[in-house]
């Protein structure tokens, strides 16, 4: 629960900066309909959130009878554990977006023509129930359950940060190894040279590896191709389905 308290506490805080830092520097970057919708979808997240726990802990108390391998737990598993969460995150993410089936779920978190902190928040619910589905062969092996939530609980918590215009782009550390701000931008765009770019969480590491890292260089139109669906949250969550 104080973790759950921290990162809210981080996200509104965050939030409020930008908002005000976008008053200050004249950026429309906040539509108050959308960050409505984006905050009615976050609740109804929350309110599931006891279902999608109780799904994961199911699931990886399912298969952690058979792993195959008790690996110990020091520095080198955790970076290792760490790691190949992020490598599954990258292969998820791209999958959500070059398979249909899971694009229509994700398709909610790009819907919207506005790129700020509240988008972090517009996550698809049945989202929070297949995403865990993927990480069952790193339980299976024998990697802790654990290190596998909290590794992806940072990489989650670390994305929030990734979804504003508030910060530009940083210079040398762009494109090889962290994820940044400009980077994701990319990701939300629907520029055709930007599309289905850019699907690291806390690394950018396996864009540059599998050839999808593209850096911010036009300016970003963010959304989806098909259009704007409006700010009616079951629409947003359910009409690509």
Do not use: C
Not at 12 to 37: H, P, R, T
Not at 107 to 117: A, E, F, M, R, V
Not at 224 to 238: D, E, S
């Amino acid at each position: 629960m104080e973790a759950l308290a921290i990162s809210l506490g981080l996200y509104f805080g965050a939030m409020l900066i930008e908002f005000a830092w976008s008053l200050w520097k004249q950026k429309n970057i906040y539509n108050w309909k959308d960050s409505v919708a984006n905050f009615a979808i976050i609740l109804g997240g929350r309110l599931i959130k006891p279902l999608s726990l109780a799904w994961g802990v199911w699931l990886f108390g399912l298969v952690e009878p058979y792993k195959l391998f008790n690996i110990p737990l020091n520095i080198y598993t955790i970076v290792f554990t760490f790691l190949l969460v992020e490598l599954i995150y990258y292969w998820y993410h791209r999958l959500s977006h070059e398979i249909p089936a899971l694009w229509t779920i994700h398709h909610t978190h790009h819907s919207s023509p506005w790129l700020n902190i509240s988008t972090a928040g517009r996550l698809h619910w049945l989202g929070k129930f297949t995403s865990v589905i993927f990480y069952i062969p790193m339980v299976y092996i024998g990697f802790s359950p654990v290190v596998i939530v909290g590794s992806l609980g940072f990489s989650l918590v670390y994305q929030i940060f990734l979804h504003t215009q508030m910060v530009g782009k940083l210079g040398f550390l762009e494109g090889w190894f962290f994820n940044t701000p400009s980077a994701h931008r990319v990701h939300h765009a629907s520029n055709e040279k930007y599309i289905d770019m850019n699907y690291g969480g806390t690394l950018i590491l396996f864009d540059r590896i599998f050839g999808t890292y593209a850096p911010e260089v036009e300016k970003v139109e963010y959304g989806v191709t098909t259009g704007f669906i409006g700010h009616n949250p079951l629409r947003i969550l359910f009409t690509p389905i």
